[in-house]
């Protein structure tokens, strides 16, 4: 979709850092980083992980051109070797990732990255805002889709997105939060997501009556005929006059398919609809909403009784209003010298910023009777959690509480994804990547899922990784 070279897309101090390490030798040690985040948005439980086919193509895609090391050359701070560097630069590193479409919770890696210092720590910003930016959207959407209880909710924010790629964007990672469709219409044609829509007040205005303008849209679109009724009002215009329409359209042979109601008490309004459309013997044609809806209007409708097929959500979805920030972090994790991997931590005053150390991988732990998800585990990268054994792990908030868990299934969630710098993973289909979705959801338990107050999952470390970072925290070596 995007055919722009963003390898300058970068923090300068990423080229800094790197020039840095060049000088002083050290540009081809070899680094692990993890990205993670430290809390969900919304106060929830968890986030759903998306970004990654769009972190793919930019490392698939990294090069400088000329113009790049000219301009690097002329802010006088870059040494010439740090440039040719550049000038002949190919990505080398391991990339491990979670599937996008995962559930995933904070703490746990996202993304690993192993390879020179210089290149692991220059995809720091390329890696964060396309995981931070859809991850964000994916997981708002994701909560709109639960409070919408099966009825097909679909993303119209492109007008209110951050510029042209949180529209795009922000339509995939919403598609992959659930959403039926979208009324970005350049995202139908990248990304095959099923573009919607049906007509603004400025249709209806343009006629000399409200009338007149539904006839002209039916007579054009009779199969698939979407009549915005709150131009005027609603009630007293415009649904009779929806009516009359559709009842002419039937005597042609066509079945309108619905009213849009964008301003007013929904709820009130959209039972009043009902019962007149219904009357009208038009039980086919459904309602659907739009106007500033998030997850929690849409449940406070629903438990109104509201009669609303489907929902239109904009603004509050592709740009999160609620909470517009997904706070994933990127930290180096080890180095490795002669083949020796040495652990690194951050320590901080602030315990919530405290890192797990050394090069990690995350296990899943899945009940065998229910299917359900029981706990998350880090383990150093070449420990097995073997499950034919019980297995005992820490309550993440009461740290003094332990629970065995037994009759379950351990999975890696870290899959690779570039080996010595070449992809060796083949992204789903975006609809592929929706249903796995829906489907690892469907493992997580209802209470973790709550908006309010959601029951705390376990992040558990291993006993060996806990002890090492225990150690490192005690020893204070930084």
Partial sequence: MDERNLTMLVDFYELTMGNGFLENGCGEEIAYFDMFYRKAPDDAAYAIAAGLEQVIAYLNNLSFTDEDIAYLRGKGMF?????????????????????????????????????????AQFIETMVLLSINHQSLIATKANRIVTAAQGRPVMEFGSRRAQGYDGAVYGA?????GGVAGTACTIADRAFRIPALGTMAHSFVQLYDTELDAFRAYAKIYPDDCTLLVDTYSVLHSGIPNAITVFKELEAEGHRGKGIRIDSGDMAYLSKKARKMLDAAGLEYVGIV???????YIIRDLIMQGAQINSFGVGERLVTSKSEPVFGGVYKLAAVEKDGVIIPKIKISENAVKVTNPSFKTVWRLFDNESGKALADVLTMYDENIDDSKPYEI??????Y????????TAKRLLVPVFEKGKCIYESPSLPDIQRYCKAQL????????????????????????????????KNNKM
């Fill in 401 to 408: 509480k332990r629970k065995t868990v037994t009759n379950f």
């Fill in 442 to 473: 469907e493992t997580i338990w209802e209470e973790v899922k709550r908006f309010e107050n959601p029951q705390t999952y376990f992040v558990d470390l291993s006993q060996r990784l806990w002890e090492l970072k225990y150690t490192m925290l």
């Fill in 394 to 399: 820490f309550d993440p908030i009461h740290t």
């Fill in 79 to 119: 040494c010439e070797a740090f440039l040719d560097y550049l000038r002949n630069f190919r990505f080398a590193c391991d990339v491990w990732a979670v599937p996008e479409g995962t559930p995933v919770f904070p703490g746990e890696p996202i993304l690993t990255v192993r390879g020179p210092a210089i290149q």
């Fill in 289 to 295: 909403a739009s106007n500033s809806l998030d997850e």
């Fill in 172 to 176: 995939r990672a919403a598609y992959i």
